[in-house]
């Protein structure tokens, strides 16, 4: 069962460099989510998706790109990294918004220093 | 700014006792409520999702949720040492695109 799949699992970054986080869910879920999570925190929510094509902002989108091509892939762009974005990334997905089928589903989460 | 508050805890109880951790929501809205399981290192797993007031009971876990007051709770019966993680509370809109999480409470169950 992969579920929610996710890489890399860690990785270091170079202020200014960019990277791209790779999600891809099996369970045909048409919802999926970005969310990072500092020390301590809870977890903020930075892009979703409620189908292929289309994206929106969550709480934090801020130095962060999506793109949803296919409802299987749901990858989050850093575009010049900053220390500001040194957390780890968790991909998500549900199945609907309706009220027995929203339960969100984790990836094992992506730790990334920026350095 | 719709939020989703939990006591950071550590909340530290002996093997056996009932550990309760609890949590409150700002957004009357909210009608799907869920405590995830996070240890330390891991990604948060679903232990409960409950939506409707009253309690909802699941092996050694019960959860409650009262609207009125905004409360949702999550009892651990006769804890054990593996229980020990951060304990997530988190809202959802039916409908709505966002799950608002809280910041999570630290449980301890000491052997």
């Known amino acids: 069962n992969a579920g929610v799949t996710q890489t890399p699992k860690f990785r270091i970054l170079k202020i200014g460099q960019s990277m791209t986080l790779q999600c891809t869910q099996d369970?045909?879920?048409?919802?999926m989510y970005w969310y990072r999570q500092d020390p301590g925190m809870g977890l903020k929510l930075i892009y979703y998706?409620?189908?292929?094509?289309?994206?929106d902002k969550g709480e934090v989108p801020n130095g962060y790109n999506v793109s949803r091509s296919t409802t299987e892939d749901f990858p989050l762009r850093l575009e010049l990294a900053a220390p500001s974005q040194t957390s780890v990334y968790f991909c998500?997905?549900?199945?609907?918004?309706?009220?027995?089928?929203?339960?969100?589903?984790f990836g094992e989460g992506s730790w990334l220093t920026v350095v | 700014q719709k939020e989703v508050e939990q006591n950071s805890g550590p909340l530290s109880v002996p093997e056996g006792a009932i550990a309760s951790l609890n949590c409150t929501y700002s957004?009357?809205?909210?009608?799907?409520f869920f405590w995830y399981r996070q240890y330390s290192g891991k990604s948060p797993e679903l232990i409960m999702s409950i939506y409707s007031n009253g309690d909802k009971e699941d092996g050694r876990f019960t959860a409650q949720l009262n609207k009125a007051s905004q409360y949702v709770s999550l009892l651990i019966r006769d804890s054990q040492p593996s229980d020990s993680a951060t304990y997530l509370c988190a809202a959802r809109n039916t409908g709505g695109f966002k799950t608002i999480f809280g910041a999570g409470t630290r449980l301890f169950v000491k052997a």
């Open positions: 998706s409620v189908g292929a094509g289309i994206t």
């Open positions: 998500a997905s549900s199945r609907t918004t309706s009220l027995s089928g929203n339960t969100i589903y």
């Open positions: 369970m045909n879920h048409n919802y």
């Open positions: 957004d009357r809205g909210s009608q799907s």
